[in-house]
T-cell receptor, first 113, second 115 residues
Framework: DAGITQSPRYKITETGRQVTLMCHQTWSHSYMFWYRQDLGHGLRLIYYSAAADITDKGEVPDGYVVSRSKTENFPLTLESATRSQTSVYFC????????????FGDGTRLSIL | DQQVKQNSPSLSVQEGRISILNCDYTNSMFDYFLWYKKYPAEGPTFLISISSIKDKNEDGRFTVFLNKSAKHLSLHIVPSQPGDSAVYFCAASASSGAGSYQLTFGKGTKLSVIP
């Protein structure tokens, strides 16, 4: 089925470890986004990508790295995880024209001990 | 500095009645507004949107109203059903300038529809 999938759905890791969250979409959407959702903050944009090999920072990029070598994949890496990065992470994608909604995956719940 | 505000963290409504969820914004560059619905352990699902050239958009039981002068939008659900119980997020974007295509979200309003 076409759509956007995130993996893993749940992840527990320790501080200082590197962890990568995967995002894959089958719509061939140009734009892809990573958000984190925390209590009291709603959804905050971490990074986004307008096309393969084009990425840019969002509101809360510190501590995260992204890449986009293929249009359909947009992995998010925490190079050295900290407890403050415990959160639920959502990936989204949208078409390239303006006034288009973003479509979200089901999220990855990440706990850093 | 919160650019999109949902001042009511929660709302309870009787089944069959109208639910009204409110959202205020401060950035005058915003010209596209969306509502998302989110169930626990799922991603946000797009519900309805409105462009700044309109003041109303309707889709079945859901209607969004936009008041540009007041920088205010609202989502009306009529009639409310128990399956509408979820967290509703308001979001906005600007189609020009730096950061176009990015969505800025409110903190959400938890709607509970009581049978």
């Amino acid at each position: 089925d076409a759509g956007i999938t995130q993996s893993p759905r749940y992840k527990i890791t320790e501080t200082g470890r590197q962890v990568t969250l995967m995002c894959h979409q089958t719509w061939s959407h140009s734009y892809m986004f990573w958000y984190r959702q925390d209590l009291g903050h709603g959804l905050r944009l971490i990074y986004y990508s307008a096309a393969a090999d084009i990425t840019d920072k969002g509101e809360v990029p510190d501590g995260y790295v992204v890449s986009r070598s293929k249009t359909e994949n947009f992995p998010l890496t925490l190079e050295s995880a900290t407890r403050s990065q415990t959160s639920v992470y959502f990936c989204a994608s949208s078409e390239s024209s303006s006034h288009q909604p973003q479509h979200f995956g089901d999220g990855t719940r990440l706990s850093i001990l | 500095d919160q650019q999109v505000k949902q001042n009511s963290p929660s709302l309870s409504v009787q089944e069959g009645r109208i639910s009204i969820l409110n959202c205020d914004y401060t950035n005058s560059m915003f010209d596209y507004f969306l509502w998302y619905k989110k169930y626990p352990a799922e991603g946000p699902t797009f519900l309805i949107s409105i462009s700044s050239i309109k003041d109303k958009n309707e889709d079945g039981r859901f209607t969004v109203f936009l008041n540009k002068s007041a920088k205010h939008l609202s989502l009306h659900i009529v009639p409310s059903q128990p399956g509408d119980s979820a967290v509703y997020f308001c979001a906005a974007s600007a189609s020009s300038g730096a950061g176009s295509y990015q969505l800025t979200f409110g903190k959400g309003t938890k709607l509970s529809v009581i049978p």
